[in-house]
């Protein structure tokens, strides 16, 4: 079964990726906004939503490989989980134009010399519940996305509506995206990154901290970094007017392609 995609809407083109354990449907609040400036490209990450029978690995390369064989050269958007693949893919392929960032860090898990980040035993612990109580664990990891955010409760309403609204996710996906939260450290890519990137944090984010998505737009040239004042891990929700309107004006920026 091949890659799922939705596209939407009409423009230049706009890549997005969800995070962990959802898909493309999550992003309905900025379709909404968006779909009559840019023609969106929805992708469901293998193993997710309707990618669910998908054979890809959820890996790094594969994943992207996949996807850059089935989206034309774009800006792509992505939250949490799917910044991984966005600064991954932005790194290898001159076909990712520009990057939208939101509540994305380059390395998750607290280092020593990365100090803005949960401990490695958060992603850890998600996965040995995920073996005992599958649906209970995606719900406490929703729970955790949601909380701090002035809109916690309906944010963590609209996450639950979508959680399942295309299927199961594939528990071996599962699997693999939580090492990937765990063990990817995309730092020594900033650097060289050559094109431009919009960060955008939530300053109530307890997964992914505002200070990282600073310090990790500090480290990329040509890039601008967004806090959003009672914003949780997932912005794009409670506070879509705000991201809508950040990303319009940072897409009406880029050279035409």
Do not use: C
């Amino acid at each position: 079964m091949a890659l799922h995609m939705e596209i939407v809407g009409d423009g230049p083109p706009l890549v997005l990726i969800h995070g962990w354990g959802l898909h493309g449907g999550v992003f309905a609040p900025l379709v909404d906004r968006l779909s009559d400036r840019f023609r969106m490209h929805l992708v469901d990450l293998p193993g997710h939503g309707y990618s669910r029978e998908d054979a890809t690995p959820l890996t790094l390369q594969a994943a992207v490989a996949e996807i850059l064989a089935h989206t034309p050269p774009a800006a792509w958007l992505a939250w949490s989980l799917g910044g991984l693949f966005a600064l991954h893919a932005a790194s290898v392929s001159p076909q990712v134009r520009a990057l939208a960032l939101v509540a994305v860090t380059p390395r998750f898990v607290r280092g020593g010399d990365w100090p803005h980040a949960v401990e490695a035993s958060v992603f850890e612990q998600f996965g040995k519940d995920l073996q005992q109580d599958y649906r209970g664990t995606l719900e406490r990891f929703l729970a955790l996305d949601t909380i701090g955010s002035e809109h916690a409760r309906a944010e963590l309403r609209t996450l639950k509506e979508n959680l399942y609204a295309r299927g199961e996710p594939s528990p071996h996906a599962l699997q693999q995206g939580l090492t990937l939260l765990e063990q990817s450290d995309l730092r020594g890519s900033l650097p060289a990154l050559s094109i431009p990137s919009l960060w955008i944090s939530g300053r109530r984010d307890r997964l992914v901290s505002p200070s990282a998505m600073q310090a990790a737009a500090a480290l990329t040239p040509d890039s601008r970094y967004l806090d959003i004042r009672g914003g949780g891990h997932a912005p794009f929700l409670g506070h879509a007017d705000q991201v809508a309107d950040e990303v319009r004006n940072f897409m009406a920026t880029l050279p035409p392609s």
